[in-house]
């Protein structure tokens, strides 16, 4: 194989050299760990369900691993402007889809959250995530650059908005998660302590409200200090198939994962646990925090406000979404369902935090040959 030059002016051999390969190295350890615990937990998931395939869940995500990487390449090779561009219109679409959802949509379990094209099902929200990152880093250092724009206050009406949506669904958890991503922004962007104060206050209401409002999400929080209930069956069946793993993984003993509800989505960090033992658990968390670390690290090094503060969004998603998903397998968070990503099935997902990486790539690259200002959005 041909050794890539810096002296090639091919298009890949130009992402090559400008992208952040220390973290891409870690990504593609994550997948690679991923499609190995997929293999382990689909045949036990397919199992609980009638007319499923053995491997059925890991030949599916590896059939979706193709676009969602090509889909990465591609959002990678834009430049800040065209991320922008692209991470707005995302936004738009998906609040639109997730708008519509919420009108015609069917409920499964109570909430409105997915469309359903063609046999699959597609959760929107899951796209707007990203998209919203990057329309409120656009606000927020338009506000900067010019004082007398109300960036800050079109950043927060976004922040709004977006979180009306996901708790009409109902989807606290995703709330959750954007309201911590968003208080990150916040904290990158400059921002006084006493805006990060009023949001955490505002979230501890809308979470206390959620509880005396909604008999789903109380049954969570008390399932939470109540271990052994009905309603925490699934976490304790994750603590126990953590703990069959051992320090290197479960041997010869029976498996437990076979009883274990989810175990290739919400609950496939226990099944890392029991078939591969506790180092390969804690190997899982590391790579996870390196790779977070290090797009932050990489986006407090970028002159653009709009590029530090989207890339940092956009890693705390990934970050905040590994710590959620790990945290409940481990009882240490209430039960909520949300993937781990490129480690759980799931095709819709997988293409979300495909986009998300591809962003974060395209922000946090070097961008040799341009040489427009609104280019690199300085």
């Known amino acids: 194989m041909k050794r890539l030059s810096r002296l090639d002016e091919s298009p890949f051999a130009r992402l090559w050299w400008s992208i952040d390969r220390p973290a891409l190295g870690i ?19 397919a199992a609980r369900m009638p007319g499923v395939g053995q491997f059925q869940f890991p030949m599916r995500q590896l059939i979706f691993m193709g676009p969602t990487l090509l889909l990465m ?36 379990n109570g909430a409105k959250r997915w469309l359903y094209v063609g046999g699959m099902s597609l959760q929107p929200s899951e796209f707007a995530k990203p998209g919203f990152v990057i329309a409120a880093a656009w606000m927020m250092a338009e506000g900067a650059r010019d004082p007398k724009f109300p960036g800050g ?30 208080a990150v922004m916040f904290f990158v962007a400059g921002w006084s302590w006493l805006w990060i104060a009023g949001l955490g206050g505002a979230g ?9 409002l909604s008999d789903h999400v109380a049954r969570r929080v008390d399932g939470f200090f109540k271990p052994g209930a009905t309603e925490t069956y699934q976490v304790d ?25 989810d175990a290739h989505t919400d609950f496939i960090f226990a ?8 180092l390969v658990a804690v190997f899982i968390i590391v790579l996870f925090a390196v790779f977070t670390a290090r797009v932050m690290a990489r986006a407090a090094g970028l002159k653009s406000i709009f590029a530090q503060c989207a890339a940092t969004g956009l890693a705390a998603i990934i ?33 979300a935090t495909g986009l998300t990486v591809g962003l974060i790539f395209a922000l946090t690259r070097t961008h040799q040959g341009v040489f427009r200002r609104k280019d690199i959005m300085p």
């Not at 593609?28 to 997929?38: A, E, H, M, T, W």
């Not at 069946?237 to 509800?261: C, F, H, Q, S, Y």
């Not at 099944?271 to 506790?278: I, L, R």
Request: overall charge neutral; glycine content about 14%; charged content about 10%.
């Open 319 to 351: 970050g905040f979404q590994a710590i959620i998903n790990i945290g409940v397998s481990l009882r240490a968070l209430p039960a909520k369902g949300m993937t781990l990503p490129f480690i759980s099935y799931g095709g819709s997902s997988l293409f």
């Open 153 to 182: 206050s079109v950043a927060m009406g976004l922040y709004v908005m977006f979180s009306a949506l996901l708790l009409m669904q109902p989807d606290f958890g995703q709330w959750a998660l954007v309201t911590a991503v968003w």
């Open 27 to 45: 990504l593609s350890l994550i997948i690679v760990i991923g499609g190995v615990v997929l293999m382990a937990a689909g045949p036990s998931a």
């Open 271 to 278: 099944v890392a646990g029991e078939d591969f033992g506790f």
């Open 73 to 108: 390449a591609a959002v990678a090779f834009l430049t800040p402007l065209q991320a922008r561009r692209l991470g707005v219109f995302v936004f738009i679409g998906a609040v639109a889809v997730m708008i519509f959802v919420l009108i015609f949509g069917g409920e499964v």
């Open 204 to 212: 501890f209401g809308a979470l206390a409200a959620g509880y005396y």
């Open 237 to 261: 069946k994750a603590i126990e198939t953590i703990a069959n793993g051992g320090l290197i993984g479960r041997g010869d003993a029976p498996p437990v994962k076979t009883a274990l509800p």
